[in-house]
């Protein structure tokens, strides 16, 4: 590929391969960390050995001098080989710090570790800004947004956690989400479907929490990954149940419990 090339190559690979290449890091992490390695660190890992290849036209991808297109069809279809480079690459640091972490941990008290406030992400900085997204989000958006907002989420695993989180438990929204995973629904129907029901949910955090919009995928990925996390033994929930169903209000309280944080209140 000639130099000449490069800046079409990049704005294909922002365009075309970014997103198999996120969804093939979010799967990485979480099949083989537990979804502790962070994916922004993967991606960008990715983005470094690209560039290198591209700058040294090298093996596998850039040695036959493709086009650029014929280069990105090739990280698309190799984005899982990727991502499972990414991982070994980060893999050796990413545990000893997490080792590191848990002895830390080990070391300390109980009242000392209820006392931590544990950051789930470093854009979300308090469990407010969590729980008043998730809520903002139950409320603002129609019972169609929520429906299509979580039928069309990326990883199909997810689906029914994140219509849990956002209240979508009606019949018919299990019928999409059933029809849209058993891939009775066009390819191309779904990613729209996905673009719009995101743009809207942005649209309301933005315009009403003045939370960031790039924290929307953050928020939702932080709830449902948490919505099955177990509470350390002893530590409370609390506060009262709500109007809302058992099923949906068990999913948004999890989703806002912090690992190491005290919430407070009674037991339900």
């Known amino acids: ?56 036209s090298a093996w596998p991808t850039f040695h036959d001098d493709p086009t650029p297109e014929q280069a990105i069809d090739r990280i698309i279809k190799h984005s899982s080989t990727l991502a499972r480079w990414a991982y070994l690459g980060l893999c050796r640091s990413h545990f000893r710090r997490l080792e590191n972490r848990a002895n830390y941990m080990g070391g300390m008290s109980r009242a000392q570790r209820l006392s931590m406030a544990c950051s789930v992400d470093a854009k979300i900085e308090k469990r407010e800004e969590l729980d008043s997204a998730i809520a903002l989000l139950r409320k603002s958006l129609t019972a169609n947004e929520k429906q299509k907002l979580a039928a069309s989420w990326i990883d ?51 315009a009403a929490s003045k939370l960031p919009v790039f924290l929307f995928a953050g928020i939702l990925i932080v709830a449902v990954g948490l919505s099955s996390a177990p509470v350390e033994a002893g530590e409370q929930s609390g506060g009262r149940r709500g109007m809302t169903s058992p099923a949906v209000q068990d999913a948004v309280v999890q989703s806002a419990i912090i690992p190491g944080e005290q919430s407070g209140g009674r037991k339900p």
């Not at 890091?25 to 099949?31: E, F, G």
């Not at 695993?157 to 999409?176: M, P, Q």
């Not at 029809?179 to 743009?199: D, F, I, P, T, W």
């Open 1 to 56: 590929m000639s130099p000449q090339d490069h800046d079409q190559f990049w704005q294909l690979y922002e365009r075309k391969a970014r997103q198999p290449i996120e969804r093939a890091c979010l799967y990485a992490s979480r099949t083989k960390t537990d979804s502790t390695m962070d994916i922004a660190d993967m991606v960008a890992w990715i983005d470094t050995r690209i560039w290198t290849m591209l700058e040294k």
């Open 156 to 206: 199909k695993a997810d689906r029914s956690r994140v219509a849990l989180v956002l209240g979508a438990t009606r019949k018919e929204d299990d019928r999409l989400i059933t029809k849209v995973s058993g891939q009775a629904m066009n390819e191309n129907a779904v990613q729209q479907m996905r673009s719009r029901a995101r743009r809207r949910a942005q649209e309301v955090l933005n």
